[in-house]
């Protein structure tokens, strides 16, 4: 006769766990001992059980199984053809496009492609909708479509609200899989994460609202992966339970489409090699997560130009993962994890009063243009890199146990810093800074 694996075991309650930590700890006092409040005001506990899941059913979060993509910039359209040839022989299974301007042959770059087999992404720095029209022809082609992404980042529209709305219409009416959210933008800026979800909701709730149910494909949003491990898986699954909130609300297609790739937020030039350990555990979540889509970021991609070895690695790193740590065997692997399932649950709650929030107070495109998502964006980065600054953030090799012997200034093929360009802008940009620039330009400075 079977019976259950545990049925010998008497459960314990989480009032006996914690009375049992109380007598462990001979007099300290639990909560300051033990409890850990985040930038997100959530209150880590040292254990999880099912109780803290009696009121709030499991999540039940779906994903697909994940995939490997490549990020090629196309500066040769020649080149970049050649590379993403050899990246698909050697291991990518997508390809995301980076495509500055129109100039760019689709007939050159897809030479030899297959994108029926391998799904490519084009992330278009431009709006041109006969561009976007020539790309909808093409079966496997995604094209990330982002007009109020562009506005945060850079200021100004691409050409005006008006003109911008009219061309995404055109290229959403050629070519349903063209909508995409960028909160990376907001990682990388050193938003929290409830920050991170609430603007991402709040960003897509515009072009929703513009759209007026017309669109019939899965949106698609490109996030960064922070290192705060647990944090990180909890948020992506987070993104979708409020997506589908959102969504069923418009009655348009309630799952989404998640591009994941490491934050640059805590990536350094001093001690490089550690952005390598930085960015596997950043993939490790983005998968357990549930991304649809992981885009490695090479450990000298923000001074190195790109380079077959620093892309080669990156690749690799996501190879290894899929292949031999079998981080495609299970699918929704965190799934009925107490703690994860209770910080999604908390994450999006905290998101949602926040979206709500923006709502009431007119919008993300209005409070953008006021400033307000701009100055609370840069309060959470200043809280954070304070931290840093006083070591409570550790970046190893930076700001704790630094090679004293490294040198760098001769081997900076890109600017690694903040650029400030003077020009005039509708608005105030959203400005994407490393936690250790300013202590990486004064040691720069004694080299």
Not at 69 to 80: M, R, T, Y
Not at 377 to 384: I, N, Q, V, Y
Not at 408 to 417: G, Q, T
Request: charged fraction near 25%.
């Amino acid at each position: 006769m079977s019976k259950k694996l545990f049925s010998d075991f008497e459960s314990v309650s989480a009032k006996a766990w914690k009375q049992k930590i109380q007598a462990d700890l001979k007099g300290a006092d639990y909560n300051e001992t033990l409890i850990w409040n985040t930038t997100e005001d959530i209150n880590v506990k040292p254990f999880y059980n099912k109780e803290d899941l009696e009121n709030n059913a499991l999540l039940n979060v779906s994903a697909n199984s994940w995939s490997i993509c490549q990020s090629i910039f196309v500066f040769d359209v020649e080149k970049s053809n050649a590379k993403a040839v050899n990246a698909i022989e050697r291991g990518a299974e997508n390809i995301t496009f980076i495509v500055p301007n129109n100039d760019v042959s689709i007939a050159v770059l897809l030479r030899n492609i297959d994108a029926t087999s391998t799904p490519l992404y084009f992330e278009l720095q431009f709006l041109d909708a006969d561009y976007a029209k020539q790309l909808s022809t093409i079966a496997g082609v995604s094209i990330l479509t982002d007009t109020i992404g562009n506005l945060a980042r850079s200021g100004n529209w691409f050409s005006t609200l008006k003109s911008d709305n009219e061309t995404l219409e055109k290229i959403i009416s050629a070519n349903n899989k063209t909508l995409s959210v960028d909160l990376s933008l907001y990682q990388n800026a050193g938003a929290s994460i409830v920050q991170q979800l609430a603007y991402s909701l709040a960003h897509a709730n515009e072009y929703l609202n513009l759209l007026q149910n017309d669109l019939k494909s899965q949106i698609i949003f490109k996030v960064s992966v922070g290192t705060n491990y647990f944090f990180e898986i909890a948020k992506l699954r987070a993104l979708r339970v409020l997506w589908k909130t959102l969504a069923s609300e418009y009655n348009v297609i309630e799952d989404c489409h998640i591009i994941a790739t490491p934050t640059k937020r805590n990536k350094t030039i001093y001690d490089y090699n550690t952005n390598m350990l930085r960015t596997t555990t950043e993939c490790m979540s983005a998968i357990l997560g549930g991304a649809n889509t992981v885009c490695n970021l090479a450990y000298d991609a923000i001074y190195h130009k790109d380079n077959e070895f620093g892309e080669r690695i990156s690749r690799n790193q996501l190879l290894v993962l899929k292949h031999e740590s079998y981080f495609d065997a299970v699918e929704n692997a965190s799934d009925g994890a107490y703690y994860i399932e209770s910080l999604t649950q908390q994450l999006a709650e905290k998101a949602l009063i926040l979206f709500k929030d923006i709502e009431a107070k007119g919008g993300f495109l209005k409070l953008l243009k006021e400033g307000l998502i701009q100055k609370k964006t840069k309060e959470s980065a200043t809280k954070e890199q304070a931290s840093f600054d006083t070591g409570a953030i550790t970046l190893l090799g930076t700001n704790k146990h630094p090679n004293t012997e490294d040198r760098m200034k001769e081997d900076l093929e890109l600017y690694p810093f903040l650029k400030m360009n003077a020009r005039k802008t509708l608005i105030e940009p959203i400005l994407e800074r490393r936690l250790a620039e300013t202590s990486e330009q004064n040691r720069l400075k004694t080299e």
